[in-house]
Structures are given as C-alpha cells and as structure tokens.
C-alpha cells in the first residue's frame, strides 16, 4: 500500500516509515502541513497518515483542504488530544479514524488494512460468509457448517465485526470502539472475556479454530485451513 | 405571587427604597405634624392678641361709662358681622347678655385665658347646629358679674383639619406609587440579576464561550457585567494558555513514550531476541503502557475538571448506558467467580455525556472486581443499582470485599491516592479521581459508604427534565 505519512517528529517519522516497510507497505514522508498537502494532491495514496500538530499547517486543515478538493483518500489523524470532542473534531474535519498517541504501532497497522478497505462504500451485505462461517444479518443467525450458534445480540455484532474484517488484526480498542462504542479503555480485561465466550461457541466443537488472539495486538478471524 | 414579592424583597434596590421611603414618610409626616402646629400656634398668637385689644377698649369703655355702658357696648359689638365671642353672666352664672347661647360652666367659671378649646352654641346659629370652637378669656367683675370674651377658632381648625387630611391622601399616594416603582424597578432588577446568575452558571459549568448580558441602557448593572466580561475573557485566556501548555506536554512527552513503546515492540518481534530480554522487554512495554495510562488519566481528569466537554451533555438515556455497561462487564464477573445482581430502573433519562458516564461506571465496576474479592469465592457479589429518587437518579456499585475505612472515604476521590491494602494491586489511584471530576461536571454527587461489608459507591445525578437544560434560580421561575 502507498502510506503518506505526514509528521513533523523526524524520528518518529523514520521509525513509523521503517515499521510501514517492514510490514509490506510502502510509505512517503512530508515534515509539515503544507508538504503533506502538496504531496497528497500530486499523488494517489492508499491511506493519508496525518498528525494533527504540524508546522504551517495543522493536521485538521490540511484533511478539510483535501476533502473540500474532492480528494477521499482514507485518512487516520494522531494526536496527542484523545479527548471525544476533539475526537469529533478530527472526524468532522475529514479524517476516518482517530489515534490519539501514544498509540502501539500494531493498532496503528491494523486500522491502515482495514481503513485502506474501508475505502469501498460498505456494501450493505446481508449475508457474511467466511469459511464454513455463515451470518445472516436479516434473520440474525449464525451458522457454521450449517450448525446454528445461539447469539446474544451484542455477540452477533462482535461476530459481524470480525468477520467483515476476516483475516485482518482487530484490536481490543477497535473492538471497544465499533461494537460498544466507548472510546476508552477499562482497566479490566473486559474485551477478552467476550472474545473468548464468543470464541468457546463457535470453535468449541470444531477441529479447526477460526478465531485466533494475536499476542500483543488482538485478534484474527480466518477461515480454518479446509477452505 | 407571594413567592415573586418575597425574592423582590430579597432585592437590595428594593430594600434601600423601602428603607428610603418609610425614612422620608416619617420626616415629612413629621414636618407637616410641625408646621401645622406652629401654624396653628401663630394662630392663637393672634387670637390672643385680638382678644386682647378688645378687652383693653372694653375695659376703657368700663372705667367711662360703668357696667350698663360695657355691656351695652358689649351687646353692640356682637351684633357686628363676623363678631368675636361675647358673654356677660350674672354671679350664678345665668347669661345676660351677648352672642352666646350656651357654654359648658366650667369654661365661665375659670377666669383668665381658657386656651384649650371648648364648645359654644352662639345665638345666630341655628339650634341644631352642631357647637363650634373657640379660645376666650373671662373675668369676674367686682359685683360677682362674669364677662367672656372669645374668638371662634372652626376656621383655623377646618384648616388644619383640611391640611391634615390632604397630608394623609398624598402620603398614601406616595406609598402607593413608591409601592409600584419598587415593585417594578425591583423585579427588573431581579430580572437582569436572575439573567446574570444564568449566565455564571453556564460558565461555571464550563461554558467558556458564555457571557454577562450586557443590555446597553449602559446602568450600573451593565457596567458591571462589562467589567465582569473582561475579567472573564482574562481568565478563559490564562485557562486556554494553561490548557495548550498541558496539550504541549502531552504531546512532547508521549511522543519520546510511543517511541520507547514501539521500539520494545519491534525488538520483541524480530528473531534476534532470547527469551529472557523477551520478557524484559515485554516488561518494558507493560511499564510503558502503565505510564501512559497514567497520563492519560490524568489529562482526562484536568480536562473533565475544566469542563472542557460540556458540548457533549445531552439528554441522555441512563437506564440504556448502565445496561450496556453492565452486559460488558457480565462476562468478566462471571470469569472472575462474582455473582452479579443488576436491578435496573426503566426510563430514566439525565443530561449527560455517554462516554464520560460510561467511563466513570466502568472505573467503579474495575474497582469492584479489583477490590470486592472476599476469602470465600461464594460470597463474592457486585451489585449494579440504578434507581430513581426524587427528582435524582441514582447509579450504585456495590461489592462485599474489605470496603474503605469512613476517614478515607474523601481521600479516595483525590488523585494518587492508594490506600495501603491496595498498594499491592496494579492501579495508578486516578480512577476514582476521574468519577469524581466525571460527576461533578454532570452536577451530581459521587460518594462513597459502607455496604456493610463492603464499598458502596453512589453515583447521584439531576434527572433530565424538557425545556431545563441549566438549573433556574429557585423561587423566581416557580411562581405564578
């Protein structure tokens, strides 16, 4: 994927470069606002990484620019203001997701894979389908292999989340964010406890796991290795 | 209406008026009492003095022409128009002769000045007039005669009478309107004071942008708010200079914190590592995390306590938000051998802001699973209550473990405090630091009690009430 990263701390730009190159990507630097802005509309990236301090020209009004320009490249804004209006803010000024720094480099890589897929208006499948998983939004059931798994409704949307994000990382503060829609994290492993109540229903009574926890950034739904 | 009289009379204009006007009603009252009788004094200044000149004129008409001249004189001068009072009595007090008809006896029998006003009927009045008035002066003649010479006083007394009444209808007009400026005045007053005390609360509730009502009629009352807005400008200029160093801090000092976390990161992913610097730096990384959890908390709290987020309070569905919370945190009681008891109230709605709700719930339920472990995994519940009291709703966490001492129960709330017992437990001692700042800013009371055993942690919030989104002046709205 083509990343523009957009940061003025040079070495924390080198380093998020380094990590993006070793992760297969293949990202471009720009040191401030004005650089960014010029780099982004002379050429097309797959995701916009920008930080919301910059020098002559903050991260906000460098992403509006873009957008009001009719650029819709994917971005994910950094800042060191986590709070939920400033939040709003980022997300009103144009960006597509929030981190506020500091921020544990796999969470970072995991939202790019799934921004960088995002970028596709989300079709409104009624039907998910990963490996011999099967969830049917209408009805609201789940199957996998034509066995049905009893739901709560809150593990159906868990469910629904990862699977549409089949064989990418999900992590425990995006799994907060979109399928409880808290913006903070408990001190209490809370997310596992779900994770793994919803992991001990579908993959109790099969051979082949599908979901799989990711040491030290979260969790992986894929298809077992039959399909 | 009796309400709204009452806060008027809280008015301090209206206080100083009243005070000022009963002052000066007593003055002129006063004034008038002593003009009217000094008035009425000169007034008998000239009586006397009339009287006077008569009596000399008829003492010389006595010393010429003896006792049938005077009382021919006599009778002659009170046929005159106008006539002063004249009487002439034998010794047993029967009239002889002159205007009068009748007279109290004791007013004859004194001799010398009778000052005191006494009743008379004189002849050219008509019988069933009533008495009139007068002041006279009597002697006793050598014979044992009597005369009496008076002047009638009805006219100056009518005066008086007129100026008094006069006096009494304009001081009631005076009260009367003095009544109605008060009243209106006053409740302006009150209005412009209801509208600023508005306002202040707004700021106080972290409002930054609010303002003092300046109306423009440029009075005292405008002239203080315009200060008050400068000073208010002031200080939301110091608190957003205040606000930028600590979002530069966070910003300076979490960048090198990622940097460190992400490099342990790395280290940890490539093959170079044996296992033992694995766990170092696993070590490192959960250390990191832990510091930035830290600092995070604690930009949260100062943000929360500056009320930064005030633009997310809205009408808010409680009995929604501690459901959700409760389910994510159903699983982890159950994991953690807790029996859960939930009893949550329908409807209840707060004005309010989710997330931070949310995150002051979750702190209690992490400090419940935390604290509330007891020695005999059966004993081990938490309670999740949300209920309705009054016009408040109440959110409590409970558990059964050690509790709080009583004396702690404030210490708690402040930021890094740990108490010993729990010293030994991973925690950073903002969380209940952040409930506290959390519900302050939603104007609710957090406190904590004994659930004997245990920490009972109550969550006390205004309920959502249409068309209240700050709290109005009490009394002044709630008459009519």
Known sequence: MKILIVEDDAEAAAYLAKALKEAGHNPDLAADGETGLEMARSSAFDVLIVDRMLPKRDGLSMLSTLRDEGNDTPSIILSALGQVDDRVKGLRSGGDDYLTKPYAFSELLARIEILARRKKPEEAETLLVVGDLRLDRLSREAKRDGKKILLQPREFRLLEFLMRNAGKVVTRTMLLEEVWDYHFDPQTNVIDVHVSRLRSKIDKDFAEPMLHTIRGAGYLLRAGQET | ?480
């Open chain 2, 1 to 480: 209406m009796w309400a709204r009289t009452r806060s008027l009379l809280r008015v301090t204009a209206v206080r100083l008026s009243i005070a000022y006007t009963l002052a000066f009603g007593v003055l002129a009252v006063i004034l008038v009492f002593y003009m009217t009788g000094s008035a009425v004094d000169y007034l008998r200044q000239q009586f006397q003095n009339s009287i006077n000149e008569e009596v000399l004129s008829l003492q010389q008409v006595y010393q010429t022409r003896g006792l049938n001249g005077l009382i021919r004189a006599m009778e002659q001068r009170s046929r005159a128009p106008g006539a002063n009072l004249y009487l002439v009595a034998d010794p047993s007090g029967n009239i002889i002769a002159g205007n009068v008809r009748t007279i109290d006896s004791s007013v004859l029998a004194k001799t010398g000045w009778n000052m005191h006003p006494f009743e008379y009927q004189g002849f050219g009045d008509n019988e069933t007039q009533r008495e009139t008035r007068a002041v006279a002066r009597s002697f006793e003649l050598p014979n044992g005669m009597r005369i009496l010479i008076g002047q009638d006083i009805g006219e100056p007394e009518r005066l008086r009478g007129t100026v008094r009444r006069a006096l009494s209808f304009s001081l009631g007009m005076m009260l009367l309107v003095g009544f109605l400026i008060w009243y209106f005045v006053g409740r302006r007053a009150l209005k412009r004071i209801d509208m600023v005390s508005k306002s202040t609360e707004r700021i106080l509730a972290g409002d930054q942008s609010e303002r003092l009502p300046v109306t423009g009629v440029n009075d005292e009352f405008d002239r203080l708010s315009r200060r008050m807005n400068v000073m208010l400008d002031r200080i939301s200029h110091l608190d957003k200079g205040l606000r930028n160093v600590s979002d530069s801090i966070a910003h300076d000092l979490k960048t090198p914190l990622t940097r460190l976390r992400n490099k342990a990161d790395a280290a940890l992913s490539s093959d170079l590592v044996n296992s033992k610097s694995r766990e170092a730096l696993g070590e490192v990384m959960a250390d990191a995390d832990q510091l930035i959890k830290t600092f995070n908390a604690l930009l949260m709290i100062s943000r929360v306590e500056a009320g930064s987020q005030i633009t997310q309070l809205a009408e808010l569905d409680m009995t929604e938000l501690t459901q959700d919370v409760a389910e994510l945190y159903e699983p982890v009681c159950e994991e953690e051998r807790f029996t859960l008891n939930i009893e949550i109230a329908s409807g209840l709605r707060v004005n309010g802001s989710r997330e931070l709700l949310s995150q002051a719930l979750t702190n209690l339920l992490d400090n419940a699973i935390k604290y509330g472990k007891t020695e005999n995994a059966e004993d081990q519940q938490i309670s999740i209550i949300l209920c309705k009291n009054k016009k408040e709703v109440v959110v409590a966490v409970s558990d059964k473990g050690q509790g709080i001492a009583a004396e702690h129960f404030e210490k708690v709330k402040e930021r890094f405090t740990r108490l010993d017992e729990s010293r030994s437990l991973p925690g950073n001692g903002l969380g209940l630091a952040l409930v506290d700042a959390i519900v302050k800013l939603h104007n609710g009371k957090f406190e904590l009690g004994d659930a004997k055993p245990g920490l009972l942690a109550k969550i006390t919030l205004p309920e959502f009430e249409t068309h209240q989104k700050v709290k109005s002046t009490p009394n002044a709205s709630k008459s009519g």
